[in-house]
């Protein structure tokens, strides 16, 4: 390892929501341009290719960023590539960074890891204590091999690797394509798109799934990103909830989304589809004690991903006051 690690950073997964995060932290502190590759450059499922990749880039610490991901459809249909593919991703790079001397890593896995029903908030000792949500479950046995295998190369090989389980992230890079989305910036497409119609003089309605109940926990990306980073810098080991330690219903996400946006108009709870588990909050208190916290409230959150949301969309960011 250099004096102060991170001078060779590898972002895997820089384009996605977080690794993008990962990216702009790491240079709003300093660190020079990390090494970055596209899939067509890297696909990170050629096992020789990443061999290559690492024993010629030679990085110091490593973001593993980069995985199979979707939503519940996704996961449930797409079963074997869930499994197989995020199995395969983590292998690679954490083989190669293990045979190539990586002294940092930090792993992103997701709340889908611990059991189906829990306590709440889940505290990181609930791992494989009851069974899986079966619909995300080979998403989930991945992201569990990986957190594994970053404590057996703590245990076994002495290295600080880290595996970070972040709640529910939004921010730029966000994905809006309604039909594989998150609800955060789903609700604030359809909001949005909503305000447009109904300037323009049309009928509009923004239809939301569920009853609303329904409780969820948000964080910011780049308030995981700074998670990440001081993990990195301080060179934990173990496994850490990063949670913005309380949560919303789905009804208040929608009202304060409305209200960013500038929507006025009428709002449809579709009653028929279902709201999940009623509640899933992250115990963070482990992250918290090492000394990080959460700096971006949930309204201001969404209101910069609506300002880069418009950017997206070539038009001049018409925020409500
Ligand atoms: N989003 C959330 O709410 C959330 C919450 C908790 C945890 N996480 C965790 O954060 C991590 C990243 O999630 P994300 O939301 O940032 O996902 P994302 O936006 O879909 O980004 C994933 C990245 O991985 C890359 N990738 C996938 N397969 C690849 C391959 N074979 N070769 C090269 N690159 C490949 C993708 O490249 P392309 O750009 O080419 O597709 C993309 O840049 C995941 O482990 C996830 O579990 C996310």
Same mark, same amino acid.
């Given at each position: ?124 000792? &609930? ?11 080979? &998403? ?99 496994? &850490? ?64 991903? &609506? ?15």
């Amino acid at each position: 390892m250099t004096d102060k690690p991170g001078r060779r950073c590898f972002v895997a997964g820089h384009r996605g929501l977080l690794g993008s995060a990962v990216v702009r932290a790491l240079a709003a502190n300093g660190y020079p341009d990390p090494i970055v590759r596209t899939r067509d450059e890297l696909d990170l499922l050629d096992q020789r290719g990443v061999q290559r990749f690492f024993r010629e880039e030679k990085p110091d610490v490593v973001f593993v960023a980069a995985a199979r991901v979707g939503g519940i459809n996704a996961n449930n249909t797409y079963r074997w590539d869930f499994l197989f593919q995020n199995l395969v991703i983590e292998t690679n790079i954490l083989g190669s960074a293990l045979e190539t001397g990586v002294g940092r890593v930090v792993f992103f896995g997701s709340s889908c890891i611990y059991p189906r029903v829990a306590p709440q908030p889940i505290k990181e000792e &609930y791992l494989l204590t009851g069974e899986l949500e079966p619909t995300n479950e080979p &998403y989930a046995i991945a992201k569990i091999a990986g957190l594994k295998l970053v404590e057996a190369a703590t245990s076994q090989f002495g290295r600080e690797w880290v595996s970070l389980m972040p709640t529910n992230l939004y921010g730029p890079n966000d994905n809006f394509d309604l039909q594989t989305s998150h609800v955060l910036p789903a609700l604030i497409r359809k909001f949005h798109e909503a305000k447009e119609a109904r300037a323009n003089g049309q009928p509009a309605t923004v239809n939301v799934w569920g009853t609303g109940m329904a409780q969820r926990e948000f964080l910011h990306v780049d308030d995981a990103a700074s998670a990440a980073l001081m993990m990195m810098e301080s060179g934990v080991t173990g496994l &850490y909830n990063v949670g913005y330690g309380s949560d919303v219903s789905i009804k208040e996400l929608a009202d304060t989304i409305a209200r960013v946006v500038g929507y006025d108009g009428p709002v449809e709870w579709d009653r028929s589809k279902p709201d999940g588990t009623p509640r899933k909050l992250m115990d963070s208190s482990l992250i918290r004690s090492r000394g990080w916290s959460p700096k971006i409230t949930l309204e201001d959150g969404i209101r910069s991903t &609506y300002e880069w949301y418009l950017s997206t969309q070539n038009e001049p960011a018409r925020m409500a006051s």
